[in-house]
């Protein structure tokens, strides 16, 4: 009941925000102040984002070009546009210490697939509308034959990144953490260092679409305990009230003119972007 309430207070803040047309913040002396957020994007002329990187088909680097690209580089790219500024990428190796940037105000966005968990443990931080969902998965080796459910995680090793969502669905069913992206993980599974690893499913299908003789399977698909926790969004401090009202707006246009939808069957397939809800009309 704890979770239900929890989780039904994160989606109502990140709602309301979206809906609020409050442009003031209380400052740390308890007086107000105007909220500038917006207007120093505006005349930086930058949307400073942070993500990690080498989660394909999200954000990485095409081996051709070496640009950075995938489905959330290009929704911040569009959002950005449509606010007549250009981007300014930070991005990390690793998960761990993406949202530490963002609470030092290093940038001014995260998106990278941030869920109701990510936002509970970032008080400080509030959550832009959903605009994809993230269907989970648990990897194994092809030859294990110990791991075939969620429940047989307690006391297993899983690669993942250690302050991560999906590591903390491994912990949740019992399993230790070692700290590692989707590209380590599925390495150190093969070679029977770790014994799974939890991850998107379409991250998960893209990798196996371009490395098919990888030894590894879906032991399980996870199970959401509410469809809100599926959802996908951007993280922002929670002072920047009129920058989140204006990419909440912006969002919405995308999802609304169906940019969404379509950047989904470009990095997802068209059977992927056919199930996702938020995309049904």
């Not at 959550?127 to 994809?132: A, D, K, N, Q």
């Amino acid at each position: 009941m704890k979770r239900t309430v929890a989780v039904l207070l994160a989606v109502i803040s990140a709602l309301s925000l979206a809906a609020c047309g409050s442009k003031t913040q209380v400052n740390n002396t308890g007086s107000w102040d105007t909220d500038n957020s917006l207007q120093t994007v505006l005349e930086r002329g930058t949307l400073r984002a942070g993500a990690e990187g080498n989660w394909n088909p999200f954000v990485y680097n095409d081996l051709a070009t070496g640009n950075l690209v995938g489905y959330e580089v290009e929704i911040v790219e569009e959002i950005a546009k449509r606010m007549g500024v250009k981007v300014e990428w930070s991005i990390a190796n690793q998960w761990d210490g993406v949202i530490a940037g963002l609470q030092a105000n290093r940038y001014d966005v995260v998106f990278c697939g941030c869920t109701l968990a990510n936002l509970e443990a970032a008080p400080d931080c509030v959550g832009t509308i959903p605009y994809r969902e993230d269907p989970i998965v648990l990897v194994t080796a092809e030859d294990n034959n110990e791991i075939k459910s969620w429940e047989d995680l307690k006391g297993k090793l899983s690669a993942n990144a250690l302050t991560g969502d999906y590591g903390a669905i491994a912990k949740q069913y019992g399993a230790e953490l070692t700290n590692a992206s989707l590209e380590q993980a599925m390495e150190l599974i093969v070679q029977h260092r770790v014994d799974c690893s939890v991850n998107s499913q379409i991250a998960i299908n893209t990798y196996m679409a371009e490395k098919p003789d990888t030894p590894v399977k879906v032991a399980a698909k996870y199970e959401y305990p509410t469809p809100e926790e599926a959802y996908s969004y951007g993280m922002i401090l929670k002072s920047k009230v009129t920058l989140t009202e204006k990419i909440n707006e912006i969002l919405q246009e995308m999802l609304d003119d169906g940019y969404c939808r379509d950047l989904a069957v470009k990095y997802f397939g068209q059977d992927v972007a056919d199930n996702i809800s938020l995309y049904q009309k």
